[in-house]
């Protein structure tokens, strides 16, 4: 008989967690972008970032399972590493939160709209 593992790795525990938190309807108001004082989100942006599943973990201005999209930005990083970041994060950049699943499925020209957004995002320091 054949050593089988009694248990799964933590990575894949958290994977599967984060995940779960992630999925849902695309027309939950819990997901939606309101009340933005630093910029004004467009119906179509809200809707990509539903869509993406990035509000399952993001929030403009409060830390959920990942960073906010305002401590995002205070980072400085260009459009081009945000979208690499986006496509391929990188968690030793964020070791306070749970590493960030790949999200290789999400489109250029979409990948572009969102980092153009958070770099646009005016942050008080």
């Known amino acids: ?26 027309d939950d108001t819990e ?16 809707g990509l970032l539903a869509k993406n599943t990035c ?17 995002i930005a205070k980072r ?9 970041l986006i496509k391929q994060p990188k968690p030793k950049n964020w070791p306070d939160y749970p590493p960030m699943a790949p999200m290789q499925w999400v489109n250029g020209e979409e990948l572009a709209t969102i980092a153009d957004w958070i770099a646009s995002l005016e942050v008080n320091e």
Request: glycine share 4%; proline share 4%.
């Open 31 to 46: 997901y939606s972008v309101e009340n933005i004082s630093t910029s004004e989100v467009s119906q179509e942006l809200n």
């Open 55 to 71: 509000l399952g973990c993001h929030r403009v201005d409060k830390k959920l399972i990942g960073p906010s999209y305002l401590e």
């Open 1 to 26: 008989m054949a050593n089988r593992p009694t248990s799964c790795p933590a990575f894949f525990i958290l994977f599967f967690t984060t995940m779960a938190f992630s999925c849902g309807s695309q």
């Open 76 to 84: 400085k990083y260009t459009k081009e590493e945000l979208i690499n």
